[in-house]
């Protein structure tokens, strides 16, 4: 194996990707490259600690132990009469292939995270036996894993899994009822856990808390809406296009590095900027009175929470974007003032004003990007009213399909006019002779037509806009570029809510309780925790190696279970995980982790009628 570089040119820059390849040769003799890891672009110590990796697993001189089985035709030596037993290797069969290596991987951060031991504390035993700890534990592994319903858990994925095996656990662990009986159980814990996660940050990561990204993000179900007014699940602005679905909003706060800090479920037709207050006085009483810097979109905080964080004691700092329409009104005084470099591609401009610095940033970058998406929008949009234009509709079906393109291309929508004409009314002998070669005399309407033109003076307010935005603070000491780098953070909370959406499928929720419902949120809450953390461990090694790049990778270790008949009527049944390949060991050392032993034999008790068939064998 071997690293290799792939170069790309972008914006004048030169971009070095690298990924682990390996040689392999086929049968014709040919040689192909297999991708092993994408590692993305890394620094020059980054570098030298992958070559070192690959340079010490060298195939050729690996040494390997292996088990020896004394087969059934040979006697056993002298020293290991009493305890040795003769085996039928020629009836060796494989049972249960079942995945281990994410399950175990899983369990590993789940440790580093202290949660077992939290949870230890808080969920004992029942009189039945029934270990709640370890039930929490499979669901969030099996909601970071391969996510997915309680029903699908219990029914499919845990006889899959080795997590039995590595909880020391039956089938018992996952009745179904167990797994709804564990969601009524957590919820009480909620502000424990966060005081928790917050040291365990500070601990391993050496986390800090004087920023915070603020967001909110909505969820909905596929359910009936409730009859109770008081249920949070109600219709909304929906932010997964599904207004025909009852949601609730989620409200989320994390650090610039991705560490989750708190979140909180609240109905689905809260309005975003009446949600700020309540969590401002939360993480104080959590959390102690701090002198924090709060930043958030534009549309969540309102001009008298801003006023209630600036006359606090000690002030509450914040960094906001802000509506269209103030930058509308401070336009004239910004066009007077002079661009400030605060990095390559990225200019700003301060205007101070009641209390308040207002940075009005522009990003090339972001220009580039956003001028791209217009196009592509606006060509789309114009191909589509040429395609109409050649359609014989009526007025209508006319309006319908406009009406459809305006909502798919509504931002390039703005910058056209469409006039439609109507159809000159037909004479009187053309009608009669109309409705005369009409069948039950129907008269027959004209389509009407249309016409469309690009508004090139919005086209130019908008090109004077694109890749430039206002935001709003009162950290009027700050430096400029530093200000900048607190907002474009902002994509951190976006990929937290990315991840719990798609990676970990927090949508839709089938759950017909609130109460489990709002477990839900806190099992996928919980399993993002562990994805965090595996993503911080990779960051210093490879920024481009992504948390489910590693877990497909180590989900390739299969256990399954060796059956040895022996010549006494039993079964000996070895359980073990398979070898990791060069990729995977490569991981192990990189992330220092150690695969634990392989499971002791097990052997069933003798049948003596087994036994006597045996012998007479």
Request: with cysteine; aromatic share 10%; proline share 6%.
């Amino acid at each position: 194996m071997y690293l290799r570089c792939n170069r790309r040119f972008k914006d004048g820059k030169e971009h070095c990707y690298w990924n682990i390849v390996e040689a392999k040769r086929c049968a014709d003799g040919r040689v192909v490259q297999r991708q092993v890891l994408y590692l993305g672009e890394i620094n020059d110590s980054q570098h030298e600690a992958w070559c070192r990796v690959i340079e010490a697993f060298d195939e050729d001189t690996q040494q390997r132990t292996q088990l020896a089985l004394f087969p059934a035709h040979r006697e056993l030596p002298e020293h290991v009469k009493g305890c040795g037993v003769k085996v039928r290797l020629d009836a060796m069969q494989l049972h249960r292939p079942r995945q281990w290596g994410a399950c175990w991987l899983a369990c590993q951060l789940y440790e580093q995270l202290g949660l077992d031991q939290f949870w230890g504390a808080r969920l004992p035993d029942s009189r039945e036996g029934t270990r709640w700890r370890h039930v929490l534990q499979t669901l969030v592994c099996y909601r970071l894993i391969d996510p997915g319903s309680e029903w699908r858990l219990h029914r499919l994925w845990f006889e899959q899994s080795a997590m039995g095996d590595l909880l020391g656990a039956d089938y018992s662990l996952v009745e179904k009822n167990a797994l709804y009986r564990c969601l009524d159980k957590v919820l009480a814990y909620k502000s424990a856990l966060f005081t928790h996660l917050s040291q365990r940050w500070q601990d391993l990561f050496g986390a800090r808390f004087e920023v915070l990204l603020y967001d909110l993000t909505s969820t909905y179900f596929e359910c009936a809406p409730p009859e109770d007014d008081n249920d949070k699940r109600r219709y909304g602005y929906s932010r997964d296009k599904r207004p025909d679905c009852v949601q609730v909003v989620i409200a989320l706060i994390v650090t610039p590095d991705g560490f989750p800090l708190a979140y909180e479920v609240l109905p689905g037709n809260t309005a975003d900027k009446t949600t700020l207050r309540e969590f401002l006085r939360r993480i104080e009483t959590q959390y102690g009175k701090a002198q924090r810097i709060w930043v958030m979109d534009r549309g969540i905080p309102t001009e008298e929470v801003l006023e209630q964080m600036r006359g606090a004691d000690p002030p509450v700092y914040y960094l906001v974007g802000t509506p269209k329409g103030r930058l509308s009104k401070l336009e004239r005084e910004l066009v007077a003032l002079p661009w400030a470099q605060v990095r390559p591609g990225v200019q700003v401009k301060l205007l101070t004003r009641d209390e308040e610095l207002y940075v009005f940033a522009q990003s090339r970058d972001r220009i580039f990007k956003e001028r791209a998406m217009r196009r592509r929008a606006l060509k789309r949009l114009v191909k589509r009213l040429h395609a109409l234009q050649t359609m014989k509709l009526t007025r209508t079906q006319l309006l319908i399909k406009l009406g459809e393109a305006k909502g798919r291309y509504r931002a390039a929508w703005r910058l056209i006019e469409i006039t439609i004409s109507e159809p000159a009314a037909p004479d009187a002998a053309c009608s009669q002779a109309t409705s005369a070669s009409t069948p039950h005399g129907e008269a027959q309407s004209r389509p009407p037509n249309f016409s469309f033109r690009l508004d090139r003076n919005k086209l130019r307010q908008v090109r004077r806009r694109e890749g430039r935005y206002l935001l709003r603070t009162n950290l009027c000491g700050r430096n400029p570029a530093e200000l900048w780098q607190f907002y474009i953070q902002l994509t951190e909370i976006e990929a937290a809510f990315k991840n719990l959406k798609d990676d970990l499928q927090l949508r839709p929720i089938y759950h017909q309780l609130e109460q489990r419902i709002e477990a839900h949120i806190f099992v996928a809450f919980m399993a993002y925790c562990l994805h965090v953390t595996l993503r911080a461990r990779l960051k210093p090694l490879a920024p481009g190696l992504t948390p489910r790049a590693v877990l497909d990778k180590f989900a390739a270790i299969q256990m399954l279970d060796v059956h040895f008949p022996t010549t006494d009527a039993r079964t000996l049944i070895l359980s073990r995980y398979t070898e990791p390949s060069a990729d995977q060991k490569i991981l192990l050392q990189q992330l220092d982790l150690c695969l634990p032993p392989q499971p002791p034999p097990k052997i069933t008790a003798s049948n003596p009628l087994l036994k006597s068939k045996a012998s007479a064998m």
